[in-house]
């Protein structure tokens, strides 16, 4: 082979590898897009009349999901599976958005931590690196810390909304969160940059809680509930 023919021959494999990122790049608009309108379903519920919506938004957001799986069919059949990492770049930053959306809304449904597997059956996505397209475990982690500061703005609003409740059980969830993190050893930096988020998270729920102790407000819940 030439050293002309040998480059024609690179030329045509890059070509090829570019049509295929484009292809990617495609239906990662897609996702993004589809994202934002869950988003702005789910933070809907930060509204003064909000809470009374979670249902409806919830069911909302779940036919959306039914889209997001869509795509993420359509976008496992533009590569081959054994290169799930070779671009797995184009659509982590969005599988990392939409594992927050299912996290978000599972726990405004049920006040649970959503597992990975359950992230992952929301999606349409494996979990089981090996069965292919699947929630890299980073990912999921990601996930669930972006919906940790959703959560504070929660409790924010709560007080705002008059719920003196829920700013209380948000702070038990998410100090309950920070003590599962703490167990991992996160060497990943953009991870471990994000989990470093958290305390500041933490810190502004106990503040919102404080506040409503000082004020008397946690003490009436207290009494209401019994």
């Given at each position: 082979?030439?050293v002309t023919?040998?480059?024609?021959y690179i030329?045509?494999?890059?070509?090829a590898?570019?049509d295929v990122?484009?292809?990617i790049r495609?239906?990662?608009?897609?996702?993004?897009?589809?994202?934002r309108?869950?988003l702005?379903?789910?933070?809907?519920v930060?509204?003064?009349?909000?809470f009374?919506?979670?249902?409806?938004?919830?069911?909302?957001?779940r036919?959306?999901f039914?889209?997001v799986?869509?795509h993420?069919?359509?976008?496992?059949?533009k590569?081959p599976?054994?290169?799930?990492y070779?671009?797995h770049?184009?659509w982590?930053?969005v599988l990392?958005r939409?594992?927050f959306?299912?996290?978000?809304?599972?726990?405004l449904e049920s006040?649970?931590l959503?597992?990975?597997?359950e992230a992952?059956?929301?999606?349409?996505?494996e979990?089981?690196?090996?069965?292919?397209?699947h929630?890299?475990?980073e990912d999921y982690?990601?996930?669930?810390l972006?919906?940790a500061?959703?959560l504070?703005?929660?409790?924010?609003?709560?007080v705002?909304?008059?719920?003196?409740?829920r700013?209380?059980?948000?702070?038990?969830?998410?100090?309950?969160l920070?003590?599962?993190f703490?167990?991992?050893?996160?060497k990943?930096?953009?991870?471990?940059?994000?989990?470093?988020g958290?305390k500041?998270?933490?810190k502004?729920?106990e503040?919102?809680?404080?506040?409503?102790?000082?004020?008397?407000?946690?003490?009436?819940t207290?009494?209401?509930a019994k």
């Open positions: 082979m030439s023919e040998m480059f024609s030329q045509g494999f890059l070509s590898d570019q990122r484009e292809d495609k239906v990662v608009q897609n996702l993004e897009q589809t994202a309108e869950i702005t379903v789910l933070q809907s930060h509204q003064p009349t909000g009374k919506e979670i249902p409806s938004k919830c069911a909302r957001a036919e959306l039914c889209t799986k869509a993420l069919s359509e976008l496992k059949r590569f599976m054994e290169q799930y070779r671009f770049e184009h982590r930053f990392q939409l594992t959306l299912a996290a978000f809304a599972v726990y006040e649970a959503v597992t990975r597997e992952a059956q929301i999606l349409g996505i979990v089981v690196r090996e069965k292919g397209f929630l890299d475990i982690l990601a996930g669930v972006i919906m500061s959703e504070s703005r929660l409790a924010v609003n709560s705002t909304a008059g719920d003196y409740t700013p209380i059980r948000i702070s038990n969830f998410i100090n309950e920070d003590s599962g703490r167990l991992l050893n996160l990943n930096d953009p991870l471990r940059k994000r989990y470093d958290l500041y998270d933490v502004k729920i503040e919102v809680v404080y506040d409503l102790s000082i004020r008397g407000l946690s003490k009436e207290d009494s209401e």
